[in-house]
T-cell receptor, first 115, second 113 residues
Framework: AQSVTQLDSQVPVFEEAPVELRCNYS??????LFWYVQYPNQGLQLLLK??????LVKGINGFEAEFNKSQTSFHLRKPSVHISDTAEYFC?????????????FGRGTQLTVWP | ETGVTQSPTHLIKTRGQQVTLRCSSQ?????VSWYQQALGQGPQFIFQ???????GRGNFPPRFSGLQFPNYSSELNVNALELDDSALYLC????????????FGQGTRLTVV
């Protein structure tokens, strides 16, 4: 079984400050890892994904994440946030194989960027 | 813009009624997954359809059912609606191949009163 824990439900930060949103997962099999962003009253948009290869993954809007297998973590980072980054962020895992496309999400982290 | 469209965008139903939600997948995609997102929660996997067959199901009762059509569009049906069914229902389409991502629609907001 797969599960995802997002350790912070809310993260407030000032504009231009760095931010890290934490994600830990548990799985008995190899997984693919994703970060999605959700703006109010909208669907989910993919920020970045880890499938294999380099453990440092770069995504859209200046975000990046690092896969750490020993710590079963996939934390999301941005060196300098903007007000427009205010949104809900979801970490997700997919077991892959025949179940590719099946995603298991964390509860989300609300990032609020203040001027 | 993902190319995945859902209808309707909002819906209000009475407890005990039945509802059908629709999803048009992105061109070229043959797999559709449905998710339920309750307020303040992450999306929960309901089920997935691949080439018109159910290909996996999450922890949802049988009154949640679905269909996928030859053009790969899909429907989610919920019978005997309960108040707890109030949620945002998200559809995601993907191509059943290695290393493909899922593209989400805007969702249907269902309110059960």
């Amino acid at each position: 079984a797969q599960s995802v824990t997002q350790l912070d439900s809310q993260v407030p930060v000032f504009e231009e400050a760095p931010v890290e949103l934490r994600c830990n997962y548990s799985s008995s099999v190899s997984v693919y890892l994703f970060w999605y962003v959700q703006y109010p009253n909208q669907g989910l948009q993919l920020l970045l994904k880890y499938l294999s290869g380099s453990t440092l993954v770069k995504g859209i809007n200046g975000f990046e994440a690092e896969f750490n297998k020993s710590q079963t973590s996939f934390h999301l980072r941005k060196p300098s946030v903007h007000i427009s980054d205010t949104a809900e962020y979801f970490c997700a895992v997919s077991p892959g194989g025949s179940t590719l496309g099946r995603l298991y999400f964390g509860r989300g982290t609300q990032l609020t960027v203040w001027p | 813009e993902t190319g995945v469209t859902q209808s309707p965008t909002h819906l209000i139903k009475t407890r005990g009624q039945q509802v059908t939600l629709r999803c048009s997948s992105q061109s070229g995609h043959n797999t559709v997954s449905w998710y339920q997102q309750a307020l303040g929660q992450g999306p929960q996997f309901i089920f997935q359809y691949y080439r018109e067959e159910e290909n996996g199901r999450g922890n949802f009762p049988p009154r949640f059912s679905g269909l996928q059509f030859p053009n790969y569009s899909s429907e989610l049906n919920v019978n005997a609606l309960e108040l707890d069914d109030s949620a945002l229902y998200l559809c995601a389409s993907s191509l059943a191949a290695v290393n493909t991502e899922a593209f989400f629609g805007q969702g249907t907001r269902l309110t059960v009163v």
